[in-house]
């Protein structure tokens, strides 16, 4: 497996300087943290609804990390900021 920076097969987002970003997990009660270009991100986590939200402040790679109750997963893309 190579790292996640190494990827070409990583899906890009991009989005304007301060845009929302939402992440809709199928997993009750998460605890998520949030890197962006290897920096924590400041982010809001809807327990209940499984959905955590940031603001777009830098471009990067976004690692979503996630536990809950039923495991543990890993999510990575590319954020472009313009």
Known sequence: ??????????PLIRVGRGGALR???????P?????????RA???????RGIVSWSARAGGLVAVQVHASGGSASYVARLRVS
């Open 31 to 39: 605890t998520v943290t949030v890197t962006v270009a290897g920096k």
């Open 1 to 10: 497996m190579l790292p996640p920076g190494s990827r070409p097969d990583l």
């Open 23 to 29: 992440v809709h997990l199928a997993l009750n009660r």
């Open 42 to 48: 400041a982010v809001r986590v809807d327990r209940i």
